[in-house]
């Protein structure tokens, strides 16, 4: 059983269309992040949310950890071809610094 | 500044032999990550250091794998002997503490 469930697995869209990928558990988190990575590179720190309810805007991206802080997430506006990649949340339980990380999504913007 | 460094980035091997990754954290990051990424099961932590030291190596598979970091500024994961089932692409990542993890380009294993 994945301690965070990505949704939805894949993701092919036309540019200018707009999306949203959910991260969601039954655990609750003391932060939350998100990642892209890209073929061949590992993945890249986008966000950070560690307090219930907060949303954060990264230009066309926006992200959203829940209330109950046991799920996330990530709308983008307008995708673009340079959105291609595999979005991964990634959570840390109490004060451990390990991550836990779901399986991720990944998203094709076709142009 | 440079970034993590991995290497090899690819490695193609028998099943039998023995696999050694290696791993360069960023300057000044005390913490130390390794993982295993593949379709079935994504990014898993393997193990990781905090100031050199190991602190949860319950992600290691099984005793075929083991790793080391010796100083502050290199690491290795050793799999011996290796199998099949291990060929994934194998992350490091390096941290400061309670910071973001910076992540090195993998290496992708190949055990035929």
């Known amino acids: 059983t994945q301690l965070l469930e990505q949704s939805p697995q894949f993701l092919s869209i036309q540019e200018g269309e707009n999306l949203t990928v959910y991260c969601n558990s039954s655990?609750?988190?003391?932060?939350l992040q998100w990642y892209r990575q890209e073929p061949g590179e590992g993945p890249v720190l986008l966000v950070t949310?560690?307090?219930?309810?907060e949303v954060k805007k990264l230009k066309r991206l926006t992200f959203q950890f829940g209330d109950a802080r046991k799920d996330s997430s990530l709308h983008i506006t307008a995708a673009q071809p340079g959105d291609t990649g595999l979005y991964l949340c990634?959570?840390?339980?109490?004060?451990?610094?390990?991550?836990?990380f779901g399986k991720g999504t990944k998203l094709t913007v076709n142009p | 500044d440079a970034g993590v460094i991995q290497s090899p980035r690819h490695e193609v091997t028998e099943m039998g032999q023995e696999v050694t990754l290696r791993c360069k954290p960023i300057?000044?990051?005390?913490?130390l990550f390794w993982y295993r990424q593949t379709m079935m099961r994504g990014l898993e932590l393997l193990i990781y250091?905090?100031?050199?030291?190991?602190?949860?190596d319950s992600g290691m598979p099984e005793d075929r794998f083991s790793a080391k970091m010796p100083n502050a500024s290199f690491s290795t994961l050793k799999i011996q002997p290796s199998e099949p089932r291990d060929s994934a692409v194998y992350f490091c990542?390096?941290?400061?503490?309670?910071?973001?993890?910076?992540f090195g380009p993998g290496t992708r294993l190949t055990v035929l």
């Open positions: 990634a959570a840390r339980q109490g004060g451990s610094e390990k991550l836990v």
């Open positions: 655990s609750v988190f003391s932060s």
């Open positions: 949310v560690v307090t219930g309810g």
């Open positions: 300057s000044g990051h005390n913490s």
């Open positions: 250091f905090n100031n050199n030291v190991p602190i949860d």
């Open positions: 990542a390096s941290m400061e503490v309670y910071n973001e993890q910076f």
